[in-house]
């Protein structure tokens, strides 16, 4: 059985996002609906539009519905995790394109930074994170040292050294400069990537995503809806995601290049386009190695090349692939993906101010993790 | 059953560790052999499952230090060094080195020693192979 295409059957009706950063009054359900509030506000729709609801983070579905107001067809909510994104969003994307909705709100919220949570800790789970046998024993903890574990091996493989990453964290900061919303703006150089103190080395801080409060909310509609708006229309392009969940408490020998192949050939398809044709790229950064294992998996880089590849300025605006223009999860707010969807829609429409990229017409959201996700968008 | 790790077979490669044996769980069916302890063959979901020995050898796939207390500081003092070991047999275990602070390279041989952790029981550690 073939895929059946989603292209241009899905729109993006709204996004919305709350402030980010610190913000200890504020629960994961109300930073949500601060969001949702924007969304809808940006989508010009009322409450009673929303037939659909998918909350990430937000752990009561039906009692964050009950707190807006909505009585969508269904609710639920997705696990708290940042390899949720992709799949909450194509199930949204199935739902409509099925006939079963026709407008899904998607609403994250997470209190993280007030909380005082600490991925990694044992509080955290389900997942390899928490007291499985196997990690506790060694004292091995925290997602930061999987992904050191990660660089490791690859810099042994590749001949990378800490330093080749700074120019990721670099790079998303100059942009997050020019993003009013980020959480951290202040320029920095390779060298204060170099003598950040080490967390979990070889990883140091500025290898590590700025955890966050915040609030983020899409909506996403049945293509027929929009028929006749006023604007550009953004359509969901392609969507795949692919799995390397056997084993995944361990670190993949191939840094999860198999499962990020299979979803990025799947939504290229679907899309039509491929790397080539990319005005810029969100890439899930929660940690800078990520952003190397991403474009190697998805086709923007021969495998153990990213490292040297990404010196030429190619992520930074102005170079061939503007990546993370926000300032992504290093700079402007650690949301799990969910902001890097927001700014993909917001460069399509060209609303981005300083930080736009001339002319985009599509944007690849991609996350390497043991659930890869490639989503395409585009202005149409 | 139980999951992973509130099973049997924690406690069971726990035992071969007290007597200095590195134990790897064994699928009677399919003959999988895997890391770390459960009682669910990962690759048949059979619950026919029995011990096979490992040599205790293996190399040093990747490597990271703790700058930064996530577990008991007491237990764990900083700073200290994760290995992931690939042992011949082919399962993967994460451990301490032997001396918990040295950072033993990536493609390093090294051999199983069996330790005592501040609570009192046998843990897996790795030296250089030699």
């Known amino acids: ?380 | 059953m139980k999951p992973t790790d509130t099973g049997l077979a924690v406690a069971e490669y726990r035992e071969g560790l007290r007597a200095g044996e590195l134990r790897l769980r064994r699928c009677r069916c399919c003959e999988a052999v895997w890391l770390p302890p459960s009682d669910l063959c990962p690759q048949c979901l059979s619950q026919d499952l029995d011990w096979t020995l490992s040599q205790g050898q293996g190399v040093v796939t990747a490597h990271c230090q703790f700058h930064r207390a996530y577990y008991n500081e007491a237990a764990f003092p900083l700073p200290y060094t994760v290995l992931l070991v690939e042992l011949d047999e082919g399962p993967r275990v994460y451990a301490n080195p032997v001396e918990p602070s040295a950072l033993l390279p990536v493609g390093a041989r090294v051999a199983a020693r069996v330790a005592t952790s501040s609570a009192g029981e046998p843990v897996l550690r790795f030296t250089v192979a030699g």
């Open chain 1, 1 to 380: 059985v073939g895929r059946d295409s989603l292209r241009g059957r899905i729109v993006v009706s709204g996004a919305g996002t709350t402030r980010f950063g610190a913000l200890p009054e504020w629960s994961n359900a109300g930073l949500g609906a601060w969001a949702l509030r924007e969304a809808l506000d940006d989508a010009g729709l009322p409450t009673d539009e929303i037939d659909g609801l998918i909350v990430a983070r937000i752990a009561d579905a039906g009692g964050f519905a009950e707190l807006c107001g909505l009585n969508p067809r269904f609710a639920f909510s997705v696990p708290p995790t940042g390899r949720s994104t992709g799949v909450a969003i194509e199930q949204a994307a199935l739902a409509i394109a099925s006939g079963r909705a026709r407008r899904i709100a998607l609403v994250y919220g997470n209190d993280g930074k007030s909380a005082g949570a600490r991925y990694g800790a044992k509080d955290i789970a389900p997942g390899p994170y928490s007291e499985r046998f196997h990690w506790a024993e060694a004292g091995l903890s925290s997602p930061g040292a999987f992904h050191a574990l990660m660089f490791s091996r690859y810099a042994a493989e590749s001949g990378a050294q800490h330093r080749d990453l700074a120019e990721i964290a670099v790079a998303f900061r100059a942009h997050a400069a020019l993003n009013e919303e980020a959480v951290l703006r202040k320029p920095i150089t390779a060298q204060d990537h170099a003598h950040a103190r080490p967390i979990v080395s070889p990883l140091q801080l500025l290898d590590y995503c700025v955890v966050s409060d915040g609030g983020v909310a899409l909506i996403l509609s049945d293509a027929a809806l929009e028929e006749g708006r006023p604007g550009p229309r953004i359509s969901l392009m392609g969507c795949a995601q692919s799995g390397r969940l056997a084993d995944s408490s361990f670190p993949p020998p191939d840094y999860w290049r198999d499962a990020m192949a299979r979803a990025a050939q799947d939504s290229y398809a679907e899309a039509g386009v491929g790397p080539a044709d990319m005005s810029g790229l969100m890439i899930y950064d929660n940690f800078t190695p990520t952003v190397l294992f991403a474009l190697e998996g998805f086709g923007y880089s021969k495998p153990l090349e990213a490292w040297r590849d990404i010196q030429d300025g190619r992520l930074r605006l102005g170079g061939r692939w503007p990546s993370n223009t926000s300032g992504g999860h290093l700079s402007e707010a650690f949301l799990q993906g969910w902001a890097l969807h927001v700014e993909a829609v917001r460069q399509l429409r060209g609303t981005c101010g300083a930080r736009q990229i001339p002319g985009a017409e599509l944007i690849h959201v991609m996350a390497a993790a043991p659930q890869p996700s490639s989503i395409i968008y585009g202005v149409q």
